[in-house]
């Protein structure tokens, strides 16, 4: 439908409402009428940047309100489905060119002069294939606009979503150390997941689609989602849904979505220049960023952008605080607990009167080095009659170099002696990490009123290479010990030491095709609308290839399991129905059920939700729905770190002892894969309530719960005393060992509530205030493991209450900001285990809560230039973490560089 100046028709008038929307730019006063109008309504707001309504003031009926704040401005509004108001931004005509006389050969043609009428995509909440207002949306769902993206000040898409309550983060340090062994990295993934349930439990999305599986898996976690190929200056919002959507989203969808949806278009040529440091003088992160994009005169959008960074490598020794308490003795150690320093103590050892030390934390880097290029462009041609095509492209290339210390062993020696050694002659384990990705995808589909297809396809690839420097050869360590070669008493023979310590190379790679095909139409009237259906399919088939070095897949590497050469392969198939009720104008129902089909894997995931919206202030949801997650093809591996003698405690469910001591049965542990694991599955719950009682003030308040059964665990060797699939026995029957293995052992119940709100104040002519908070408390996080006592997780990686405040000033020419982080404290020991002894009695059980500050300062210099500088941690906050070994960093939870600065220019 075109706006051209008369007046908009084509819906049912509905009852006059009272509008106080001020003069200000258009974005915000449309915003603004949709949340108090309740009405579906599409813009860009880039698209839309520059212009500024008039405001509308008194009572009127939604679509005469709009006509008002749209008087004067050159756009348009068109409808996509019923009650969805879409806003377009008029292309200017073009000057009249000096007329020509026409000759014979050139006859005199009549130049168009006005823009066609554009038919755009519905409105739609993430996932769902409903299009739907916020007000009836039954998704507890958050968004992350662009503006609130470059106010942060963050350098990219994973320190941004790390800072989220609630949110879990993997650095790319943690998950290097997660591989066979934390000398042998299994790569440099970026990542993050939800309310402490692992990032198995969380679903990546990128323009709605799946991303690829980082290639390296790891041990400890599985498959992982690396986010380090998406620059933030291509993403226009973050959505994320918490608790379980599998009936919406497809499998993994557990504890939460984020979709990251890419931007689509630019106001003409823009660049950005971002360059950062750490207050110490170091960490510098320097950062170039080029797009362009625009909308032709008949609605076709483009976009292409191109992002360049650097990130300089953080040593460990460079700050201070972190240290080990207890550093690692180096030299022989007898079992009456006599130490003999090693005399050969060089960098990194420390040595003093007391001995020879090494400290693991100082060794480690803090923020590797790090180098990325990344391009994308997307096309959307709109045709006649609402047909419509697109393509979009994004492909990026990241290296990073980390160091993770040199390899530290203990020697087991005869009569109970045993060596402790840092293979200083070797260096530090260093490791760069190449990775690749690039995804690709096409898709057409129609617009029609009260009717919509799409269908589509992609594919997508990871790639990933490491190159680490620094392992250490166990056979020629053999060798090298027959010899004479005592670690840390005598010098390592040169002619073995270049045999010693090869450099290995492991590579990966991930590739995704997906495909889809969907339809949502209008049923038939119901009081407070249409009923609408959508249906339909998506197809994906997962490829998987694993290359391992060759020492690695012998298992001639120390304090490393061999790996397998590996490809393997996946189809998937689903199918999808959602059901979109509006019993009335205050009560919406949905309903939604999806079936999958991952390999051997079936599953089926229901869910409704409820909307009640009483009056025009308050608004209550409720929604319930399960989900499930299928062992996908990395879960081909085995649990970490159980391998070797091992004694277990005598029990009369075991079998006789080959090797039987004082303190119980030795036996030999050693880990496999269990090729067997049934699929994870999850119910969730959502209760929620909002409070808008006038455009400038939103609260909303709501409670997730969601319990995963058969959760995916480790086996552990005390586990024998009930499995007997773990036994392996000799020939007369007696225990010799025991073979651990993944398997579905758990249940883990997460329960939190999250609090939302958002205050505005004043006009931003005069400037304008506004007050925002995201809190959210986690209730329980409480895991119930097969025959064993119940695991409370509540308050170790997941503190239980953590939230952001922020205060923001703006002007035409200002934006000045303020925000307030807070993470509750921490426990100091690990789950199932007491606080020690030492800890105690020093009042180190917790680690104490922490309050960082970050400050926004953004300046305008006219229409196409801009500057903003960014101070994060600004107080300078260290972290504190009481657990050994750890250099008192608090994984995925502390920033480790300490007050960082940031400044960004941007050109338009």
């Not at 590996?566 to 998937?572: D, E, G, I, T, V």
């Not at 880990?671 to 400038?696: C, I, K, M, Q, Y």
């Not at 703006?810 to 993470?823: E, H, T, V």
Request: overall charge neutral; aromatic content about 8%; glycine content about 10%.
């Amino acid at each position: 439908m075109l706006f051209a100046g008369g007046s908009i028709a084509g819906e049912a008038r509905t009852p006059p409402l009272d509008y106080q929307i001020g003069t200000q730019p258009l974005a915000d006063a449309l915003q603004q009428w949709a949340q108090r109008s309740g009405q579906a309504l599409l813009f860009d707001a880039a698209e839309l940047s520059g212009l500024r309504s008039r405001g509308v003031h008194g009572r009127h009926a939604p679509d005469a309100a709009l006509e008002q704040l749209l008087q004067g401005l050159p756009v348009k509004v068109l409808h996509g489905t019923p009650g969805v108001y879409v806003v377009r931004r008029q292309a200017a005509a073009p000057a009249p060119a000096t007329p020509k006389p026409p000759t014979p050969a050139t006859p005199a043609v009549a130049a168009a002069t006005g823009p066609a009428s554009v038919a755009l995509p519905t409105l739609q909440v993430t996932g769902s294939r409903l299009p739907r207002t916020s007000v009836q949306t039954t998704l507890p769902l958050a968004v992350i606009e662009r503006e609130d993206i470059l106010r942060s000040g963050h350098g990219s898409l994973y320190d941004l979503l790390r800072q989220l309550p609630g949110m879990n983060s993997h650095s790319p340090l943690s998950s290097a150390r997660s591989g066979d062994s934390m000398y042998l990295p299994m790569g440099a993934a970026a990542t993050t997941s939800l309310d402490g349930m692992g990032p198995r439990a969380t679903l990546f999305l990128v323009n709605g689609r799946r991303l690829p599986r980082y290639p390296m898996v790891s041990l400890e976690q599985g498959a992982l989602t690396d986010l380090g190929g998406i620059p933030l200056s291509f993403v226009e919002r973050i959505e994320l849904v918490r608790g379980g959507a599998s009936a919406i989203y497809g499998a993994d969808a557990i504890s939460g979505v984020v979709n990251i949806i890419l931007r689509d278009h630019a106001d003409g040529p823009e660049a950005m220049l971002q360059t950062g440091t750490s207050s110490h003088g170091d960490g510098a992160q320097n950062r170039l960023q080029a797009a362009t994009g625009g909308t032709t005169r008949s609605g076709d959008r483009w976009f292409i952008g191109a992002d360049l960074l650097r990130a300089e490598h953080v040593a460990g020794h460079r700050r201070a605080w972190n240290a080990n308490d207890s550093p690692y003795p180096i030299g022989l150690l007898t079992g009456n607990g006599y130490y003999v320093p090693a005399p050969l103590c060089g960098a990194p050892l420390r040595k003093d009167d007391d001995g020879c030390w090494f400290d693991s934390a100082r060794a480690r880097s803090l923020q590797p080095a790090s180098t990325a290029a990344a391009l994308y462009a997307r096309f959307r041609h709109e045709g006649e009659q609402g047909h419509y095509a697109y393509a979009e492209a994004r492909a990026s290339q990241t290296l990073q170099r980390l160091e993770l210390g040199p390899t530290a062993v203990g020697l087991n020696l005869r009569n109970g002696m045993v060596i402790n050694h840092v293979f200083q002659e070797a260096g530090s384990v260093r490791t760069r990490v190449r990775a690749l990705e690039a995804d690709l995808a096409v898709g057409l589909g129609r617009d029609q009123p009260g009717r919509h297809w799409e269908a589509g396809l992609s594919r997508q690839r990871s790639q990933v290479h490491l190159s680490t420097k620094g392992t250490v050869h166990s056979a020629r360590l053999q060798d090298a010990l027959r010899e004479g070669f005592i670690p840390g008493f005598t010098e390592l023979p040169p002619q073995l030491a270049a045999q010693l310590f090869p450099t290995i190379h492991n590579r990966g790679r991930t590739e995704q095709w997906q495909a889809w095909w969907g339809v949502q139409r209008d049923l038939f009237a119901l009081a407070g609308g249409n009923a609408q259906l959508a249906s339909g399919i998506d197809l994906r088939r997962e490829t998987w290839t694993a290359r391992p070095d060759a020492l690695l897949g012998k298992g001639e590497l120390a304090l490393a399991l061999p790996v397998e050469q590996r490809q393997l392969s996946r189809q998937s198939n689903a199918a999808y129905t959602e059901l979109g009720l509006p019993l009335a104008r205050s009560l919406r129902l949905d309903l939604a059920a999806r079936w999958d089909r991952d390999g051997r894997y079936r599953d089926f995931s229901p869910r409704a939700g409820l909307r009640w919206t009483p009056s025009s202030s308050w608004s209550f949801l409720l929604s319930s729905g399960e989900s499930y997650r299928a062992p996908s093809l990395f879960e081909r591996r085995r649990p970490p770190a159980y391998f070797g003698m091992r004694t277990l405690r005598a029990s009369p469910a075991l079998p006789p002892c080959t090797l039987e001591t004082a303190q119980g049965c030795m036996v030999d542990v050693q880990v496999a894969e269990n090729p067997t694991l049934a699929a994870e599955t999850a119910r969730s719950h959502s209760l929620g309530a909002s409070w808008t009682p006038n455009d400038a003030l939103s609260l909303t308040l709501t409670h997730n719960v969601v319990e995963l059964r058969n959760e995916i665990l480790a086996l552990r060797p005390e586990d024998a005393s009930w499995e007997s699939a773990t036994w392996s026995l000799d020939g007369s029957g007696h225990l010799q060992g025991v073979r651990l293995s993944f398997d579905n052992l758990g249940r883990t119940v997460s329960r939190n509530w999250v609090l939302r709100g958002d205050y505005r104040i004043g006009q931003v002519d005069s400037g304008q205030w506004r007050f925002t908070v995201d809190a959210l408390h986690q209730q329980e996080l409480r895991r119930f493991r097969r025959n064993s006592t119940t695991m409370d997780l509540l308050g170790y990686s997941t503190p239980d209450t953590a939230g952001t405040l922020g205060v923001q000033w703006q002007d035409p020419r200002w934006d000045i900001a303020l925000r307030a982080n807070y993470r509750g404290s921490t426990l100091a020991w690990l789950p199932e285990q007491p606080c020690p002894a030492g800890q105690h009695d020093d009042g180190h059980c917790r680690n104490p809560d922490q309050l960082r500050w970050d400050l926004h300062l953004g300046r305008s210099f006219g229409p196409r230039f801009s500057a903003a500088l960014d101070v994060h941690n600004l107080f300078d906050a260290q972290p504190v973490n009481y657990i050994p070994d750890n250099g008192t960093l608090v994984p995925g939870l502390d920033d480790p560089l300490g007050r960082y600065l940031r400044l960004t220019l941007t050109f338009r």
